[in-house]
């Protein structure tokens, strides 16, 4: 699973007689965004209006829309970094907060490495607005992953790959952060002992997935080549 520019969701299966894995791919990103609580179904509500009226560079790239449905790509990807920040904007606790990053950048030219940067450095800035960001863009995520340990209960293991989750990796493995991560994903009710059982792993940005899934194609092409 990997949120980025978009939310990537593939599956590995080996047949019985395989040797070796095979890789298929998914729409997964564009199932529905999971309402859980009042809070998100406010988010719903603003994702519709901000999608098709928002100048923010990010959102330019695949919105200014009309939506009728907001899919968990709208919300666990790099654009909806910004939109969360929006949306945070308007809540009670956060809208008077000081906002920094819009003393040097203009609210449309915030990207998603900006908003995350900054929330990762809470320790030094005190930015709770951008801390706030990554917390609640990090419980969308974590939801999504329990969503897909039931879908596909994959007991091999969910790997989670992609930008934004090296930009909050640290968020998402280390102390208070990493337990709340874990509560989201295994608040699946009378589910939560199956999906407990999936083990997740994050993938390391040195660990070149791409370079190497093209390199094992490559290496099978060839086999299938060579005179048995």
């Known amino acids: 699973m990997g949120p980025g520019t978009g939310l990537g969701l593939g599956y590995l299966t080996k ?12 729409e997964g990103g564009h199932s529905d965004f999971s309402v859980v609580n ?22 330019m790239h695949g919105g200014n829309k009309e939506i009728q449905r907001v899919s968990i790509e709208r919300l666990c990807a790099g ?9 945070y904007k308007t809540r009670e606790h956060y809208k008077d907060l ?4 819009e003393e040097k950048i203009h609210k449309d030219d915030l990207t998603a490495e900006n908003i995350i940067s900054r929330g990762m450095q809470y320790e030094e800035n005190q930015d ?19 969503n897909a340990a039931i879908y596909y209960l994959p007991f ?13 990796m640290n968020f998402l493995d280390q102390g208070k952060s990493q337990d709340e991560f874990l509560r989201a994903v295994y608040n699946k ?11 997740l792993f994050i993938v390391r940005p040195e660990v070149e997935l791409g370079i190497l899934g093209t390199e094992e194609c490559a290496y099978r092409q060839l086999e299938d080549e060579v005179p048995k």
């Not at 009710?189 to 083990?199: D, H, S, Y």
């Open 15 to 26: 047949p019985k007689d395989c040797r070796h894995y095979e890789v298929h791919a998914s």
């Open 38 to 59: 009042q809070e998100d179904w406010d988010l719903h509500q603003f994702t519709l209006n901000y999608i098709k009226n928002s100048k923010n560079v990010e959102n």
């Open 79 to 87: 654009p909806a970094v910004p939109l969360l920040y929006e949306f």
């Open 98 to 101: 000081p906002r920094p990053l």
């Open 128 to 146: 709770e607005l951008c801390y706030k960001v990554v917390q609640k863009f990090a419980e969308i995520l974590a939801v999504e992953v329990g």
């Open 156 to 168: 091999g293991g969910i790997y989670l790959v992609g930008g934004v989750t090296m930009g909050i």
């Open 189 to 199: 009710g009378r589910l939560e002992p199956a999906v407990r059982r999936v083990p």
